[in-house]
T-cell receptor
């Protein structure tokens, strides 16, 4: 059974750094053509894709946010970590991690975590 | 970035109706197009991938069609559980982008 679970702070202050962890089970982060993305959704808005890390450690970032984002993985802990620096109230959103499996999979994000609401306020 | 434009933004319908949602990409995305359903407080749920492939466990009343820049999601006979917001998403180019959403509500 594939599951993803996000964890991290619910509140951060402006200018602080946000660190979110996605703990996965039911699949391997190094499995062939397996990828994990971070996607956020501000209240009442469409989802926004932020970053993706692939089975071979290749990374991809949103162009508008790439100077603020770092994605990494710890395969021994089955975790994918996203850091976002210089947080702003406009970054208030629910943050999701989601799996994609290319090759024999769908390629699209097929399993999602339940999401974590992060509020940026002083 | 590839812009994904959905229409309509809101669709009012009744149980049993056939409904179609349209998604247009600002440039060709080949067949890398997915559709998601989202209910309040829940994560998006994958319905359709690669334009027309039905995700495992999803009802066959959902279908997808289209190519290059123009795509449709059709619900053949709307059920009470289908009242939700629907998003298209392209995964052909980085950054992956979503449409702005179509809310299907009760007429």
């Amino acid at each position: 059974q594939v599951t993803l679970r996000e964890s991290g702070p619910a509140l951060v202050k402006p200018t602080e750094t946000l660190t979110l962890t996605c703990t996965v089970s039911g699949f391997s982060l190094t499995g062939s053509e397996m990828c994990v993305s971070w996607i956020r959704q501000s209240p009442g808005k469409a989802p926004e894709w932020l970053a993706r890390i692939d089975w071979d450690d290749e990374k991809h970032y949103s162009k508008s946010l790439e100077t603020r984002l770092t994605i990494s993985k710890d395969t021994s802990r089955n975790q994918v970590v996203l850091t976002m620096v210089n947080m702003d109230p406009a970054d208030t959103a629910t943050y999701y991690c989601a799996r994609s499996h290319f090759g024999s999979g769908t390629g699209a994000p097929d399993y999602w975590g339940q999401g974590i609401l992060v509020s940026v306020t002083s | 970035d590839i812009q994904m434009t959905q229409s309509p933004s809101t669709l009012s319908a009744s149980v049993g109706d056939r409904v179609t949602i349209t998604c247009r990409a600002s440039q060709s995305i080949s067949t890398w197009l997915a559709w998601f359903q989202q209910k309040p407080g829940k994560a998006p749920k994958l319905l359709i991938y690669k334009v027309s492939s039905l995700q495992a466990g999803i009802s066959s009343r959902f279908s997808g069609s289209g190519s290059r820049t123009d795509f449709n999601l059709t619900i053949s006979s709307l059920q009470p559980d289908d009242f939700a917001t629907y998003y298209c998403q392209q995964y052909n180019n980085y950054p992956w982008t979503f449409g702005q959403g179509t809310k299907v509500d009760f007429k």
